[in-house]
């Protein structure tokens, strides 16, 4: 049988044709939506025109002289560009003059955008038109307060400097803030990286809160959006094509918790217990595709298994100033505490990636020192893992968004976070306790000694109550 792996994730969305022995007992476990229609323009439209808890763009922005566009970066997948053209051409309905305009990246502490990544996002004509700019983390933004769990709130100054501000994203499961869209294009995407540090150090990599929106990260995000007056948000999710399927939009709050009910069923998927073969698949966010590395993935690999960790962009690996790698003669990033390891479990840990730079990918992939074996073609990976004989397989494709339910669907499957295997590379101690003291330790240091960076510390190590 021949199956199209989802693949290139704003790089086209071409699948990849790969081609499973006939005697394999092949399991497909699709996300609920995976083949949703995609909306049209007039039904983008008519979403944004009919907001939750709040006014429509041409009548919030009315008398405003100035707009900033928020968007996610080129790591996420949302299309950005059909969306912003509806938005301008409602910011020039309510007379927001068009040189008052603008554009900024939510980077968080991601790597910057380039030229050809803002068309992507946006299109040629927005780009040439209207003002855009990267996210800096590093200077130039305004304090707000403290939110309630005293984390410091410093937001981009061209950001605060618009009337109006409005945020496209894309709502996903995600392993930390439970899900993403709402107000994390505000924290981590516009914030200083002190702010950034802070919030983050209330988790670990040891977390695992997919599906759960109930976050100490998110909370703290949601204040900070409040802060900083976040006019109206745009969450949309996609389909198993990565296109639009669903838009909300309006009070960020209220959109996100739409947004989030509509998504926990929409990327719902079937859990496929005692598997021979495991393909992860991590379509959406090939940059990070650690993401699509969960404990409940694992799970359906039977002990002395061959598991698969699929990634497949022109854009490669992530480049992040918190849990990068940054070479090996340094502690790595701000947050860094090693890389994702292979299990003794596995009889093979394969990734399988056409576009990967060595020593960057260890920390976004699986880190190949461990005795991962990256490898380009899948016909390579057919003759590591086929010997002839009948298998058992499961194809997650969107593993990285997807929490698994078991086949009744009556409720989510729950595994502890500790059977994944964690960073353990750190050369400063084994494990995620080892690396999680001088994760802390960092923060403690370069936050000047403050009540976070010993939260961190305390965190890090797996003294905090969970």
Avoid at 213 to 229: C, F, K
Wanted: with cysteine; proline share 6%; hydrophobic share 40%.
């Amino acid at each position: 049988m021949i199956y199209n792996l989802p693949a290139n994730s704003m790089y086209g969305d071409a699948p990849i044709p790969i081609r499973l022995p006939e005697n394999w007992d092949v399991h497909i476990s699709e996300i609920r939506g995976f083949h949703t229609p995609a909306l049209t323009d007039a039904e983008m439209r008519a979403a944004l025109d009919a907001p939750y808890a709040a006014k429509c763009i041409r009548e919030g922005a009315r008398g405003c002289k100035s707009a900033v566009i928020i968007i996610d970066d080129i790591t996420r997948p949302t299309p950005c560009g059909p969306i912003a053209e509806l938005v301008i051409e409602s910011l020039l309905e309510a007379g927001v003059p068009k040189d008052g305009i603008w554009f900024i990246a939510a980077l968080g502490t991601h790597g910057v955008m380039y030229y050809e990544h803002f068309v992507r996002k946006l299109n040629e004509r927005l780009v040439t038109e209207y003002e855009v700019h990267n996210h800096n983390l590093f200077k130039n933004f305004v304090y707000l307060g403290d939110t309630s769990h005293g984390v410091p709130v410093e937001i981009n100054a061209d950001v605060m400097s618009a009337a109006y501000k409005i945020a496209i994203g894309t709502s996903m499961a995600h392993s930390y803030y439970g899900f993403g869209g709402g107000a994390k294009c505000i924290l981590p995407g516009v914030a200083s990286l002190k702010t950034i540090m802070a919030n983050h150090s209330f988790t670990t990599t040891s977390d695992f809160n997919m599906g759960n929106p109930h976050t100490l990260m998110r909370s703290d995000a949601e204040e900070a959006a409040a802060m900083m007056g976040l006019d109206f948000k745009i969450d949309v999710v996609l389909n198993g094509h990565g296109q639009i399927c669903k838009l909300f939009a309006g009070d960020f709050l209220a959109e996100s918790e739409a947004c989030r009910a509509y998504a926990a069923t929409h990327f719902a998927a079937d859990f496929v217990p005692d598997c021979d073969v495991v393909l992860s698949n991590s379509y959406l966010k090939p940059a990070e595709a650690c993401c699509a590395y969960t404990p409940e993935v694992l799970a359906s690999l039977k002990p002395g298994g061959d598991f698969i960790l699929a990634a497949n962009s022109p854009l490669g690996s992530c480049v992040h100033y918190l849990y990068d790698k940054w070479g090996h003669s340094s502690p790595g990033g701000y947050m860094w505490a090693g890389c994702y390891e292979r299990t003794d479990a596995m009889k093979n840990a394969i990734v399988f990636s056409e576009h990967s730079a060595k020593g960057m990918r260890d920390t976004w992939y699986l880190n190949e020192v461990g005795g991962a074996r990256y490898l380009k073609r899948w016909e390579d990976i057919l003759r590591v893992i086929s010997d002839g004989s009948p298998r058992k397989m499961v194809i997650y494709p969107m593993a990285e968004l997807a929490p698994l339910r078991s086949r009744a669907g009556a409720r989510r499957l729950r595994i502890r976070a500790p059977v994944l295997p964690l960073p353990s590379r750190s050369r400063f101690g084994s494990g995620m306790r080892g690396g999680g003291f001088w994760l802390g330790a960092s923060l403690l240091y370069r936050s000047r000694w403050s009540w976070y960076g010993a939260v961190g510390v305390v965190r890090a190590c797996g003294w905090w109550p969970r």
